[in-house]
């Protein structure tokens, strides 16, 4: 699939997209920080689970209201909500005030609306892709978004301490530029009334995904292997700073200390190089395989070398080992992405989408219980337990693309007879 044949949709899209990544890494990872020193580690603890349940409740409504309203029309809503709520967030963090208890109740405030946000502007790329160019798009999607974590990072670890103000003065200024490009040339993906299919009451809708073994399938196996993901930031990292002494090393005459938390640092940054200088090249490489084997083969190989981060501490055996994780992740994110459009039906993509993103929060969850674990149980036996959860999530995809062959297989036949 060639760029200029991407609907204009995508390309607005894709291109906010990266600036709103930007502006989420610029902020989120450091809020811990700032309302620590505002407002205490409790409070702070407090304020955390409540943005994420905010997100949550904002994702399950605008999964609603974008399948019965359509996607546009949530889209403004979510982001107006997103510019009214920095706009203040801005003025609480500037030099003539200092709210940071108001801005604690902005940022639940603002989360909601990302939330209500999310799944519109997702289906939205759904209805005017289709199964072949999906894997395009999000592959697209998938680099901007580790380039994005990339440059916000950076730009956060500098501004957010010294520079808030102007930070969110720059943060404000990007959101209202992406609500200008979302009214003004975003067009309407999905009309409920142009619809073959009526759309259920809310109730039914949400009812009718947990009955949908397929999708069940795609979620279960997502969280597992989210899990495995996030357990290099949790059990792993932990494991880490713990088992790895600090020592000195030299890299082209230059001496630096590294000790585990550096390590893990430099481990992430190279997964993030990784993705941004691999990921056309393993699209290119993979593109004559047949979309299952590449998910499954990517799967097995990042959940081999996610799990054996337990097991091992050989510095150069554990970059090597993030290399080929790297390679297994960019096979399987793109198809694993796109597989939600061939499982989602028209009328309930936002959704279908709604509930995808609870993937993210079930494996954090989990990803946390396994530090409770970890102290119970060696690293042999805890790397051990997450190539059995790599593994399990790769048997649900393996289940479910089993079964959407033989389905898409039934459908042909049944096409050829017809004719």
Same mark, same amino acid.
């Given at each position: 699939?060639?760029?200029?044949?991407?609907?204009?949709?995508?390309?607005?899209?894709?291109?906010?997209?990266?600036?709103?990544?930007?502006?989420?890494?610029?902020?989120?990872?450091?809020?811990?920080?700032?309302?620590?020193?505002?407002?205490?580690?409790? !409070?702070?603890?407090?304020?955390?689970?409540?943005?994420?349940?905010?997100?949550?409740?904002?994702?399950?409504?605008?999964?609603?209201?974008?399948?019965?309203?359509?996607?546009?029309?949530?889209?403004?809503?979510?982001?107006?909500?997103?510019?009214?709520?920095?706009?203040?967030?801005?003025?609480?963090? /500037?030099?003539?005030?200092?709210?940071?208890?108001?801005?604690?109740?902005?940022? !639940?405030?603002?989360? %909601?609306?990302?939330?209500? %946000?999310?799944?519109?502007?997702?289906?939205?790329?759904?209805?005017?892709?289709?199964?072949? #160019?999906?894997?395009?798009?999000?592959?697209?999607?998938?680099?901007?978004?580790?380039?994005?974590?990339?440059?916000?990072?950076?730009?956060?670890?500098?501004?957010?301490?010294?520079?808030?103000?102007?930070?969110?003065?720059?943060?404000?200024?990007?959101?209202?530029?992406?609500?200008?490009?979302?009214?003004?040339? !975003?067009? &309407?993906?999905? #009309?409920?009334?142009?619809?073959?299919?009526?759309?259920?009451?809310?109730?039914?809708?949400?009812?009718?995904?947990?009955?949908?073994?397929?999708?069940?399938?795609?979620?279960?196996?997502?969280?597992?292997?989210?899990?495995?993901?996030?357990?290099?930031?949790?059990?792993?990292?932990?494991?880490?700073?713990?088992?790895?002494?600090?020592?000195?090393?030299?890299?082209?005459?230059?001496?630096?200390?590294?000790?585990?938390?550096? $390590?893990?640092?430099?481990?992430?940054?190279?997964?993030?190089?990784?993705?941004?200088?691999?990921?056309?090249?393993?699209?290119?490489? %993979?593109?004559?395989?047949?979309?299952?084997?590449?998910?499954?083969?990517?799967?097995?190989?990042?959940?081999?070398?996610? /799990?054996?981060?337990?097991?091992?501490?050989?510095?150069?055996?554990?970059?090597?080992?993030?290399?080929?994780?790297?390679?297994? &992740?960019?096979?399987?994110?793109?198809?694993?992405?796109?597989?939600?459009?061939?499982?989602?039906?028209?009328?309930?993509?936002?959704?279908?989408?709604?509930?995808?993103?609870?993937?993210?929060?079930?494996?954090?969850?989990?990803?946390?219980?396994? !530090?409770?674990?970890?102290?119970?149980?060696?690293?042999?036996?805890?790397?051990?337990? $997450?190539?059995?959860?790599? $593994?399990?999530?790769?048997?649900?995809?393996?289940?479910?693309?089993?079964?959407?062959?033989?389905?898409?297989?039934?459908?042909?036949?049944?096409?050829?007879?017809?004719?």
């Amino acid at each position: 699939m060639k760029l200029k044949e991407i609907h204009p949709n995508v390309k607005f899209r894709l291109v906010m997209q990266f600036f709103g990544g930007l502006v989420s890494m610029a902020v989120m990872p450091f809020l811990a920080i700032y309302f620590a020193g505002k407002l205490g580690a409790t !409070i702070t603890g407090i304020v955390l689970v409540v943005v994420i349940l905010s997100g949550i409740a904002g994702g399950f409504l605008g999964g609603s209201l974008s399948d019965k309203l359509g996607r546009k029309k949530i889209m403004v809503y979510g982001e107006l909500g997103l510019l009214v709520s920095y706009v203040f967030i801005t003025l609480c963090n /500037s030099p003539w005030f200092d709210l940071p208890y108001v801005t604690a109740f902005l940022f !639940i405030f603002n989360m %909601f609306f990302g939330g209500l %946000f999310s799944p519109a502007a997702q289906a939205m790329i759904i209805d005017v892709t289709d199964s072949a #160019s999906r894997k395009t798009v999000f592959t697209i999607s998938y680099w901007l978004a580790n380039l994005a974590n990339a440059i916000g990072g950076v730009v956060g670890a500098f501004l957010f301490k010294d520079y808030l103000f102007q930070l969110f003065i720059g943060v404000t200024s990007i959101t209202f530029m992406s609500l200008l490009v979302t009214i003004l040339f !975003i067009s &309407e993906s999905y #009309s409920p009334q142009d619809s073959h299919e009526d759309v259920p009451p809310v109730s039914i809708r949400y009812s009718s995904v947990l009955k949908d073994k397929l999708f069940m399938y795609f979620i279960v196996g997502g969280i597992l292997i989210l899990t495995l993901e996030q357990s290099l930031t949790n059990y792993i990292g932990i494991r880490f700073e713990r088992d790895i002494p600090q020592q000195t090393g030299s890299v082209f005459g230059l001496s630096f200390e590294l000790d585990g938390t550096r $390590l893990l640092g430099f481990l992430r940054t190279e997964n993030t190089l990784l993705v941004v200088a691999l990921s056309a090249l393993v699209l290119l490489v %993979f593109r004559k395989w047949k979309d299952r084997t590449t998910l499954l083969t990517g799967l097995i190989v990042f959940t081999i070398c996610f /799990s054996a981060f337990a097991v091992t501490n050989n510095i150069l055996f554990l970059f090597i080992l993030m290399f080929f994780g790297t390679v297994g &992740e960019l096979m399987y994110v793109p198809i694993k992405q796109a597989m939600i459009g061939d499982l989602a039906p028209e009328n309930g993509r936002s959704t279908y989408m709604a509930f995808y993103s609870l993937t993210g929060y079930g494996a954090m969850i989990i990803a946390s219980l396994l !530090i409770v674990v970890g102290e119970w149980l060696s690293p042999v036996y805890m790397g051990g337990l $997450l190539l059995l959860i790599g $593994l399990g999530g790769s048997l649900c995809y393996g289940i479910l693309t089993a079964r959407m062959s033989g389905a898409a297989s039934k459908e042909v036949i049944l096409k050829t007879e017809e004719m």
